[in-house]
C-alpha cells in the first residue's frame, strides 16, 4: 500500500465532487502490484466513499499507458436546484398601435381593457429541486425555485385552486414587478377647463382635448392627452400619452413612473420611471429617464437630459452651438444636490473642529467663573450642537438621495445625424465638451475614458 501511494495521489476538488488520480514523475518499479483495490484504498485513506468509477479504475489497472493523467475516479451528483416560478399572462399588454402604411402617428396608445371576471394571467409554481451528495457522501442541499412575487392589485382577485389572476371589474390591465391591477377610466370629452378643474384619479385618466396652463392632473394608473400639455402639471403612477407636444414655458413639468410618450418637448421637465419617446424635437428642456429617451426623428436642443441607459437622437446642437448637455448613467439633479450638501456638510465638518479647539482653550482657562468666561462656553457648547445636529440632518438627506440611475460602464449615446459643437456628455463623474461637430457617432465610456465611435 505504501509503495503505491509513492506513485499515485489523490487530489479533491474545491466543490467535494470529483476525486482525481494523479501519477508522480517517479518511473514505476516493475515489481510494483497495480490493482484495483489498490486505487480503491487510496480513495478510502482520503474518506471517499461515494461515486467510485470502477470501471474507469479497471481500465486504470489493466493498461496504464492507455490512460491520460489525472484521470477522475469517483464523481458526486450535483444538486439540482428548484426551477423558479414563473408567471404567463394571457392577454396583449403592448399599448403601441401597429405602425401600418395608414398608421397615424397622433395614435400612440392602446388601453388594454378587460371584462369582470376574465382570467389575466397564471402563475407556475416553483420546484423544489433534487439534493445532490459528495464524493464523501455528504448531502448537498438544493436551493428551492424563488416564486413569482407577482400580488392581486386593485380590481383583482388571485383564486388559489387554479394558480390565476382574475378581474373583478371592467377597466384598464395595468402591471409592473409587483401587482396585476385593473384602473377604471376617468374620461375628459373635451380640453380641460375650470369646469373640471384640476383632476386627481385613482385610475387613469383620459382628456380628448388639451391641459392649458396651471392645472394639475394626478392619475394612479396612465394619463393620455389627445391635444397638447401647456404649462401644466401631470403626474402618473403608469405612463403618460400626449399626441401632440408639451409647452412647458419653463415651469410645466410632467412626471411618470411608467413610459412618457410625447410629439416635442419644448422648455418644459420630464421625468419618466422608464423611458421618453419623443416624435419630434425636444428644446431647451430638462428631461430624466431611468433607462432610455428616444428622439430618433427629432433634434435636442438646449437643456439637460439625463438617462441610465441610453440616449438616442437623430441630431443633437445645432450650427449656433447653443449649449446641450447629456448625462448617462447618473441624475444630474441629484448629482448637483449631492454636490451642494457635500460642500455644506464639509465645511460644517470645518467650523465644530474649531469650536472644539475653541472649547479645549477655553476649558484650560483658570478664571472659569468669571461671567463672560461662562456665557462664552455656554455659546461654544450650543453651536457645537447646533453644528452636529445640522450635520446629522445632511448625513440623512445624503442617504436618501441617490443619483444613480443607471450604469455609466453600460451607457451609450447614439446620434444618426449632427453631434454639433458645444454639447457636453458626462458619463458619471467623467466629462466630455464636444468641440468639433460630427456626424454618425456612438459615445460610451471605456477604460474611464469618453470615446467617439462612428456608427
Not at 395614435?107 to 439534493?131: E, F, H, W, Y
Not at 447653443?322 to 448617462?328: A, D, G, S
Not at 440632518?393 to 443607471?406: A, F, H, P, T
Request: glycine share 10%; proline share 2%; with cysteine.
Amino acid at each position: 500500500m505504501g509503495d503505491l501511494q509513492n506513485y499515485f495521489y489523490i487530489n479533491i476538488s474545491n466543490d467535494r465532487l470529483h476525486a482525481s488520480l494523479y501519477r508522480t514523475d517517479k518511473p514505476i518499479d516493475g515489481d510494483l502490484e497495480l490493482t484495483e483495490n489498490g486505487i480503491i484504498n487510496i480513495l478510502k485513506e482520503k474518506k471517499v466513499c461515494y461515486g467510485v468509477l470502477h470501471d474507469t479504475i479497471r481500465l486504470i489497472v489493466s493498461d496504464l499507458s492507455v490512460v491520460e493523467f489525472p484521470v477522475i475516479v469517483a464523481r458526486g451528483q450535483l444538486a439540482q436546484h428548484g426551477e423558479n416560478g414563473t408567471i404567463t399572462y394571457g392577454l396583449n399588454f403592448d399599448t403601441e398601435f401597429e405602425k401600418t402604411a395608414d398608421w397615424n402617428f397622433r395614435d400612440v396608445m392602446r388601453i388594454p381593457s378587460v371584462q369582470k371576471g376574465q382570467r389575466l394571467a397564471t402563475i407556475t409554481m416553483p420546484g423544489d429541486g433534487k439534493n445532490g451528495i459528495d464524493i464523501f457522501g455528504k448531502e448537498i442541499k438544493a436551493r428551492p425555485g424563488k416564486p413569482v412575487l407577482v400580488k392581486a392589485g386593485k380590481n383583482v382577485v388571485y383564486h388559489e385552486q387554479d394558480h390565476s389572476f382574475y378581474a373583478t371589474a371592467e377597466g384598464q390591465v395595468s402591471i409592473n414587478p409587483r401587482s396585476i391591477q385593473v384602473y377604471e377610466v376617468y374620461q375628459i370629452n373635451e380640453t380641460l377647463s375650470m369646469k373640471d378643474g384640476n383632476l386627481d384619479f385613482v385610475g387613469s385618466i383620459v382628456i380628448h382635448g388639451d391641459v392649458p396652463t396651471g392645472y394639475t392632473v394626478k392619475a394612479g394608473g396612465d394619463i393620455k392627452i389627445y391635444g397638447m400639455v401647456e404649462a401644466a402639471t401631470l403626474i402618473a403612477g403608469g405612463s403618460i400619452f400626449i399626441s401632440e407636444g408639451f409647452a412647458g414655458l419653463r415651469k410645466g413639468s410632467i412626471k411618470a413612473d411608467g413610459n412618457i410618450h410625447v410629439g416635442y418637448i419644448n422648455q418644459g421637465i420630464a421625468h419618466a420611471g422608464d423611458d421618453i419617446y419623443v416624435e419630434r424635437s425636444i428644446l431647451h428642456s430638462e428631461c430624466t429617464a431611468r433607462c432610455h429617451i428616444y428622439c430618433q426623428k427629432g433634434n435636442i436642443i438646449g437643456g439637460i437630459l439625463s438617462a441610465g441607459k441610453s440616449v438616442e437622437a437623430k441630431d443633437i446642437g445645432n450650427r449656433m452651438s447653443t449649449q446641450t448637455e447629456i448625462v448617462l448613467g447618473v441624475h444630474k439633479r441629484m448629482m448637483d444636490k449631492e454636490k451642494e450638501l457635500s460642500a455644506e456638510k464639509a465645511e460644517l465638518l470645518d467650523t465644530r473642529k474649531k469650536l472644539t479647539v475653541l472649547g479645549e482653550k477655553m476649558q484650560n482657562q483658570r478664571d472659569q467663573q468669571n461671567p463672560k468666561v461662562r456665557i462664552t462656553m455656554l455659546r461654544q457648547r450650543n453651536s457645537i450642537n447646533q453644528t452636529i445636529e445640522k450635520i446629522a440632518r445632511i448625513d440623512e438627506q445624503l442617504s436618501q438621495l441617490n443619483g444613480q440611475i443607471g450604469s455609466e460602464t453600460e451607457a451609450k449615446l447614439s446620434v444618426r445625424g449632427y453631434l454639433y459643437s458645444n454639447t457636453i456628455v458626462t458619463f458619471g463623474k467623467y466629462k466630455r465638451k464636444i468641440n468639433k461637430t460630427t456626424k454618425n457617432v456612438q459615445m460610451r465610456l471605456e477604460q474611464n475614458e469618453i470615446s467617439l465611435l462612428s456608427l
